[in-house]
């Protein structure tokens, strides 16, 4: 058990030994309590006698941790490597300007200006004797396959946070934070 004591001041102490024993103060109001209060998350209501949450505080503490676990649950989806971000924009730049070709504009194009213009691919082409179809194929497929996922996992982030904003209780608000993200 501990004790809660609101003080002349207005400031609460917790203690867990009864106010006017050991040495600690007593003050304007005291009451025993079930256990330690999270002031950060709790309050004491001195007119039930019950520790009540603190529905606010909860809210933006349960939408942050769903922003977390929503960057954790992208973080397969999201290389971390220093630049890789820039290949990966540059492949899809390289990709949308290969599709908006006319069909035959790519068999015309002369080699020095396909390097110029697609020079990731031609890079791949060079690699792996792959035709730069498939290998803007292949650019293609990654960046839908990520996109995709990266679009579900926002989806399940916002209506997460979403539920959690609209809830009237601590129950409803832990519930619709408690997102299944795979």
């Known amino acids: 058990m501990t004790w809660i004591v609101q003080h002349d001041d207005g400031t609460l102490t917790q203690h867990g030994e009864k106010p006017g024993t050991a040495g600690i103060a007593t003050g304007k109001r005291m009451a025993a309590t079930p256990r330690l209060i999270d002031p950060t998350l ?8 019950k ?6 505080a909860w809210r933006a503490r349960l939408c942050a941790a769903v922003d977390r676990q929503r960057e954790d649950a992208r973080r397969p989806y999201m290389t971390q490597l220093v630049g890789q971000s820039f290949v990966y924009a540059a492949k ?10 006319a069909d035959d504009a790519l068999s015309v194009m002369p ?4 390097r110029v213009r697609f020079p990731l691919a031609m890079a791949e082409v ?46 409803a608000m832990k519930a619709a934070a408690a997102v299944k993200w795979s």
């Open 42 to 49: 709790e309050r004491w209501n001195w007119t039930t006698g």
């Open 51 to 56: 520790v009540e949450p603190m529905l606010d």
């Open 92 to 101: 899809g730049r390289e990709a949308d300007a290969y599709r908006s070709l």
């Open 111 to 114: 080699a020095p200006e396909r």
């Open 126 to 171: 060079d690699a792996t004797d792959d035709p730069i179809a498939t290998v803007i194929a292949r650019y293609q497929a990654g960046q839908d396959a990520s996109t995709a996922a990266i679009g579900r996992i926002e989806a399940l982030a916002t209506r997460a946070k979403a539920a959690i904003r609209g809830a009237t209780t601590l129950e």
